[in-house]
């Protein structure tokens, strides 16, 4: 055999030893993937309203607002193999990310669904608030324990729901307050706090102890915010998790509670954060959910601004890119493009 030959077959020999290694070699990597996306005017798996409002005249529109959503393979205990780590990079719509982006050290599987389930429901409420905010609509809200941490002053004395109104007597703006007049005090000290729970008052009175860190006296609980709606809105997405939905819920609770279409029967789509006060927030995998609204036949991507440069590199063809600094402004273009008229802000 020549040289050549004998080059060749150890080479061939090589390449096959080396797939094999590569299709077995586990890698903490993860692919994100175009996922399902839903019309946020329309119904759920279950054929129920996706967004129902009750108790409130409601308005149809024919048009899409759809939310975009990215699925992933691989993670902790799926582990893909290096052959398909680098498959993946060939592709236009999977990116590879390392493992830790979706899945942070130290937590497990069910501390991340968890905590992407809780990030939905923080979505949903900031949604409802904010749409309400930009009609004009009063939403009272009340600082509300979301968690309490076992061994510490609190447990066994504070519930999840308990609302609490005042400390040390004096009554409670927000959450933001409650931490601020926290921080003055030094461990050892004596909380007092005024809870509201099942509609009666009552007084609790905790001795604190060090954070973790030792730089804080806590009594042990995780407050939140909580609003008080003056009508019933329920949002049915399933186990969908995450927070990047916002925008979109909160446009199609305008939609429904706002004569007309919001829409103009198009098929429109998009995807960002949102809070109470209607600012809309980066997300992650903004490729993949562009590529899954188009697919579904949206012409229109609302766009945080934040997200506007790897949006524009990565735009599908036949998608126009809107950008959504604040509702208001989402709203405003929509506006714009159902009338023709008014500005249309656009990702540079």
């Not at 941490?149 to 927000?174: F, H, N, S, Y």
């Not at 063809?317 to 249309?344: E, N, S």
């Amino acid at each position: 055999m020549s040289r050549h030959a004998v080059t060749l077959t150890v080479a061939s020999v090589l390449v096959l030893l080396l797939a094999a290694v590569a299709s077995v070699l586990k890698v903490p990597y993860v692919a994100l993937m175009p996922g399902p996306t839903s019309n946020t005017l329309g119904a759920n798996d279950k054929g129920e309203p996706l967004v129902k409002i009750e108790g409130r005249q409601t308005y149809d529109d024919s048009g899409h607002l759809n939310f975009t959503t990215v699925t992933y393979r691989g993670g902790p205990g799926a582990r893909m193999d290096l052959l398909s780590v680098l498959n993946g990079w060939l592709k236009r719509d999977v990116s590879i990310v390392p493992e830790e982006t979706l899945f942070p050290k130290n937590e497990s599987q069910k501390q991340v669904d968890a905590e992407n389930t809780r990030q939905m429901q923080d979505s949903q409420q900031n949604a409802e608030v904010a749409a309400l905010h930009e009609l004009g609509i009063t939403v009272p809200s009340g600082v509300v324990v979301q968690s309490v941490q076992k061994g510490k002053p609190a447990d066994g004395q504070l519930r999840p729901g308990d609302e609490v109104v005042a400390l040390d007597g004096r009554k409670i703006t927000d959450v933001a307050d409650v931490t601020r007049r926290m921080g003055d005090r030094r461990p050892g000290s004596v909380a007092e706090l005024t809870l509201r729970r099942d509609g009666r008052e009552q007084k609790v009175t905790l001795a604190t102890v060090p954070s973790d860190d030792r730089k804080r006296a806590v009594v042990g609980v995780v407050l939140g915010t909580a609003y008080r709606l003056p009508f019933k809105i329920d949002i049915s997405v399933g186990d969908i998790g995450g927070p990047s939905a916002g925008l979109m819920f909160s446009l199609a609770i305008l939609d429904k509670l706002t004569p007309g279409s919001l829409t103009g029967g198009k098929f429109i789509a998009g995807t960002g954060t949102i809070d109470p006060a209607g600012n809309v927030g980066p997300i992650g995998g903004i490729q993949q959910k562009m590529i899954a609204a188009r697919d579904a036949g949206a012409t229109v991507f609302l766009t945080p601004k934040d997200n506007c440069a790897d949006a524009t590199a990565a735009r599908p063809k036949g998608l126009r890119l809107v950008r959504a600094d604040t509702l208001h402004q989402a709203r405003q273009a929509l506006d714009a493009l159902t009338t023709g008229h008014g500005p249309i802000p656009a990702c540079p």
